[in-house]
């Protein structure tokens, strides 16, 4: 990879993927071999957009509807592209960023039934033509992921399991694996139940084959437009 075009890697998948303990060991791998690594996510990843996680995890515009909710999401992730992820790019940084728009796609896209037309423009706008090179999908079967989650986090209830709850993981789950075979080159399923040296493996070598291959990404505001 030649200087000051950096690398965007974005990490998607459900509950319980297993994508934070990922990121970490992806970004150990990389600085050991000399490169400068940002790690962020969202929502959140710059002040402004922090702010606006807070607004949305907390379910304080829950009450807005989902619409509203989309485009709080969407302004948190143009906050965070051009303060944070454009910055670290053009100084030639690897950032690897925890959920992006496929997050939207997938949450407020398909889950929050919200227009195809709506979500794709607002996700235009958002990142404006910083587009991920490459998107890493972890993917674990809803109930799998979710016992996962619910290991880690003991103050969560055993609703979290109930039927509708569980299909609306299913659903999350397809609808990511939707997004990948739309856009194989750049999205990379990776099977969240290997073991984690394994999934670790397989993430350092998809992100290895980006670097040594030609520079042939859609960051462009041009390109972006082609979606
Ligand atoms: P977080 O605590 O970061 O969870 P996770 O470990 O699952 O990433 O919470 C982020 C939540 O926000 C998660 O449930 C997914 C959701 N989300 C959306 O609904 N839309 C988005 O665009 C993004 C980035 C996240």
Do not use: W
């Not at 690897?96 to 997938?106: A, G, I, K, P």
């Amino acid at each position: 990879m030649s200087s000051g075009t950096g690398l965007f890697v974005t990490f998607e998948g459900g509950e319980g993927a297993g994508k934070s303990t990922q990121i970490r060991r992806l970004a150990e791998a990389l600085k050991s071999e000399g490169h400068d690594v940002l790690v962020t996510r969202e929502p959140g990843g710059s002040p402004g957009a922090e702010a606006v996680r807070h607004v949305l995890l907390s379910g304080a515009a829950e009450a807005f509807g989902t619409r509203m909710e989309a485009i709080l999401f969407a302004a948190a992730r143009n906050d965070h592209v051009e303060e944070v992820i454009r910055p670290a790019l053009a100084e030639g940084k690897v950032v690897l960023c925890d959920r992006f728009m496929d997050s939207s796609r997938v949450y407020q896209g398909i889950t929050g039934n919200l227009e195809p037309d709506f979500i794709e423009t607002l996700q235009r706008v958002a990142i404006n033509g910083v587009m991920p090179d490459c998107t890493v999908i972890l993917d674990i079967p809803a109930r799998v992921g979710l016992e996962r989650a619910q290991k880690r986090a003991a103050a969560v209830g055993p609703d979290r399991f109930e039927k509708e709850q569980l299909e609306t993981h299913e659903k999350r789950r397809e609808a990511f694996l939707d997004i990948a075979a739309r856009e194989p080159e750049r999205c990379h399923v990776v099977d969240a139940l290997q073991t984690e040296e394994a999934i670790a493996a397989e993430i350092l070598a998809i992100v290895r084959q980006l670097r040594s291959s030609p520079a042939g990404h859609a960051r462009t505001p041009e390109a972006a437009h082609h979606e």
